[in-house]
Nanobody, 128 residues
Framework: QVQLAQSGGGSVQAGGSLSLSCSVS????????IGWFRQAPGKEREGVAT???????KYADSVKGRFAISRDNGKRTLSLQMNSLSPEDTAMYYC??????????????????????WGQGTQVTVSS
């Protein structure tokens, strides 16, 4: 059984930085996609970033240039460094794992269903 354990997050003022980490355990294939998603109250879940096993990243337009995703295949961890945070980034953040689709990893809504395993969620709150 695959389990994802998240850590990090918290509260910060606008312009600050936070980081998230996700540790994967259990039986996963070598090309498993791992990604970050977030959901703010009253809003749809949004894909934030993902990275293939070959370290190819994808970011939502809303976080490009501010967030950086990294992946350690040996340690089976996924991290998200979040800089220049704004109140609009306030949300519950989740890491998720699943098989690639079409040979690649995706975060757009139509592809979120391929992510079979989800972390427990970590709150990120950015105050103005």
């Amino acid at each position: 059984q695959v389990q994802l354990a998240q850590s990090g997050g918290g509260s910060v003022q606008a312009g600050g930085s936070l980081s998230l980490s996700c540790s994967v355990s259990g039986d996963t294939s070598t090309d498993t996609c791992i990604g970050w998603f977030r959901q703010a109250p009253g809003k749809e879940r949004e894909g934030v970033a993902t990275m293939t096993v070959d370290h190819i990243p994808k970011y939502a337009d809303s976080v490009k240039g501010r967030f950086a995703i990294s992946r350690d295949n040996g340690k089976r961890t996924l991290s998200l460094q979040m800089n220049s945070l704004s109140p609009e980034d306030t949300a519950m953040y989740y890491c998720a794992a699943g098989p690639p689709y079409g040979g690649s990893c995706h975060i757009a809504e139509p592809f979120q269903s391929v992510y079979q395993y989800w972390g427990q969620g970590t709150q990120v709150t950015v105050s103005s």
